[in-house]
């Protein structure tokens, strides 16, 4: 049968849209980052306990004394592990995108439930939606929104949008059509038939759609990171890249506790606002308590003005000390013609470890030169997309022009290239030192048995990947016999020290330079037919115009240069100094190099 080019035709209209519709996705951008921005400025300006302290009276008042003490302790947690900020981002992500979702989500459920055709049509739209895998409505969202927020935020809400639809449909499905009927016998209208008596009674079935919603976006967190979206998604996505089990385990409680108090707010909330969730939680207490009389203080809530009036003054005092109150820090303005005086730049990488170094590197550089520098860690095809799009200044580990070429073509046209800074690189299998008789890519014929079959990679979207797999096999006879196992860089080179300690063979995808071979005895198989190619030099890609925008940091980029031993002693000192603590690392060795900083950044 000959293949559908279904991926073809969509691959045509998503650059039919973006040609026709670009004004109209640069105008939702707009609308959504101010959006989000606005909400994370509000979350993000109050002192962390005291905010915690408005939460945790909303919580009080809802669920009881208990659910308010237990509140404060989870954020006060989420505080502890430094994650507040990067909590209070994911917040405003889920705030946002629930309430554009809701905006969507009940009219049309409003709509499905008078109409059946309308529900009939909907019903497989929603199926589609709900299933069809969330990462995959990031590819158009990046290329349409570029990456940041936006993208991971209209995902969200795609993926979001059919419970919210359902549930709505189904609360006013439910309502019992006698009342209706009494309703109209009446003379009421039909809106007010809907506002006062479908949606009162609906309204439990709708909170229920409310708070799907709103777990289905906490879900989208960490897909949303690997485009640049943040929050504490995006410390997950840092702790998977780098293999950290620490962050990853303390970005992921903090999202626990961020989905519980949803969960149980929208829920009571939910049963707040409707009368017969009013009468069946007064019921309830009433049962409780003449059962447990002490039960009766954990779960005393407050009346609604005090509870009011305790939020209002946690955020006066909040709203003082956030807005009013600052942070005492000094201003990192440098003085002198290159100073940066605070102009913001974005640096963008792929968590290679060249790339890392030298992001860190640039980063301290130019905040000693008085920038404003955000760093962000994406994909290879993120990245690059960033980078054409305008949302990622420049990155300093374009692998040109083998590794990297795929990107290079789709985007050459809207990217600068600053030149290369290191080079000749090589791709090159390795083996440990200590498994004898492979030492070229041609005895791996036949051996794939002490290897169990397979060759550990990296990640898919690595220009080294595809080579591999689409020459390399090919010309040396692999193809069936062994399997690259896709991955991460950290964790080929986790699998490369777990068999290494143990003395068992793996055959790995590595580069040079790189610090694996000062930290391991290892052996590079030779490639006698070239497979591999010529070496690739190491560049500095920026976005279109930025080196004429900027051009003291154009000019550096430009004749930035190190040698191998100054890259791989970099390298050395980042692994040392320990993750999350990169830039201090840089630190230590820019100080153990005295004249380096002057000399590639001079004033």
């Known amino acids: 049968m000959p293949r559908l080019p279904l991926g073809q035709w969509v691959d045509s209209s998503v650059d039919w849209l973006q040609a026709q519709f670009s004004w109209l996705f640069d105008a939702v951008t707009t609308g959504v980052t101010g959006l989000y921005d606005g909400i994370d400025a509000v979350l993000s300006a109050p002192q962390p306990l005291l905010f915690a302290g408005i939460l945790a009276v909303v919580a009080w008042w809802l669920r009881g004394l208990a659910a308010g003490a237990l509140a404060f302790a989870g954020f006060a947690l989420v505080d502890s592990v430094q994650l507040w900020d990067e909590a209070m981002a994911t917040l405003s992500l889920v705030l946002v995108s629930t309430l554009v979702t809701l905006v969507i989500a009940v009219p049309l459920g409003i709509w499905a439930a008078r109409s059946k055709t309308v529900s009939a049509v909907l019903r497989p739209v929603l199926d589609f939606m709900q299933t069809m895998p969330a990462m995959v409505y990031l590819i158009p969202g990046i290329i349409f929104f570029g990456v940041g927020v936006v993208p991971g935020i209209i995902a969200t809400i795609v993926f979001a949008l059919p419970p919210g639809v359902r549930m709505t449909e189904l609360g006013i499905r439910q309502v019992d059509g006698e009342l209706v009927e009494a309703a109209e016998a009446f003379g009421t209208t039909p809106r007010n038939t809907l506002l006062r008596v479908q949606l009162p009674l609906a309204l439990p079935t709708i909170m229920a759609g409310v708070n799907q919603v709103i777990m289905l976006g906490l879900s989208m967190v960490v897909i949303a990171g690997m485009v640049g979206g943040g929050g504490l998604g995006g410390a997950v996505y840092r702790a998977i890249g780098n293999v ?360």
Not at 244 to 253: M, P, R, T, W, Y
Not at 528 to 557: I, Q
Not at 582 to 593: K, S, Y
Request: aromatic content about 8%; charged content about 25%.
């Open 244 to 603: 950290d089990i620490g962050l990853g385990f303390e970005a992921g409680v903090s999202i626990v506790v961020l989905a519980m108090y949803l969960d149980r707010m929208t829920g009571a909330l939910g049963r707040q606002v409707s009368p017969l969730g009013r009468r069946a939680v007064a019921k309830a207490r009433a049962a409780l308590g003449a059962k447990r009389p002490g039960a009766k203080l954990w779960t005393h809530r407050p009346q609604p003005v005090t509870a009011l009036v305790g939020v209002v003054v946690l955020a006066l005092a909040a709203g003082g000390m956030g807005f009013l109150g600052g942070t005492g820090a000094s201003s990192t303005t440098a003085s002198g013609p290159n100073g940066g005086h605070g102009k913001k730049v974005s640096i963008g990488y792929i968590p290679w470890d060249e790339g890392i170094a030298s992001t860190y590197l640039w980063k301290e550089l130019l905040e000693r030169r008085g920038y404003e520098v955000e760093t962000k860690q994406l994909e290879a095809g993120a990245l690059y997309t960033g980078l054409a799009g305008g949302q990622v200044d420049f990155q300093t580990d374009a692998w040109l022009p083998v590794t990297h070429a795929q990107y290079w073509e789709k985007y050459r046209n809207k990217l600068e290239d600053l030149g290369s800074w290191y080079g000749p690189t090589s791709l090159e299998l390795s083996v440990p030192s200590y498994v004898k008789g492979v030492d070229s890519l041609a005895d791996l014929k036949g051996k794939a048995g002490r290897f169990k079959g397979r060759i550990v990679g990296i990640e898919p979207s690595a220009g080294m990947m595809g080579l591999l797999k689409d020459k390399v096999l090919k010309d040396y006879g692999l193809e069936g016999e062994y399997k690259v196992v896709d991955g991460s860089t950290p964790g080929m080179l986790a699998e490369l020290k777990r068999a290494y300690d143990r003395k068992e063979p793996v055959v790995v995808t590595l580069w040079s330079p790189h610090w694996a071979y000062s930290a391991h005895d290892l052996k590079k198989l030779k490639d006698p037919k070239g497979s591999w190619g010529e070496g690739d030099g190491v560049h500095t890609l920026a976005r279109k115009g930025f080196a004429a925008e900027n051009p003291e940091v154009g000019t550096w980029l430009k004749d930035f240069k190190l040698s191998e031993k100054q890259l791989t002693d970099l390298e050395a000192v980042i692994q040392e100094t320990g993750k999350g603590k990169e830039q201090q690392a840089v630190r230590t060795w820019l100080d153990r190099n005295p004249g380096l900083a002057e000399k590639l950044a001079p004033q």
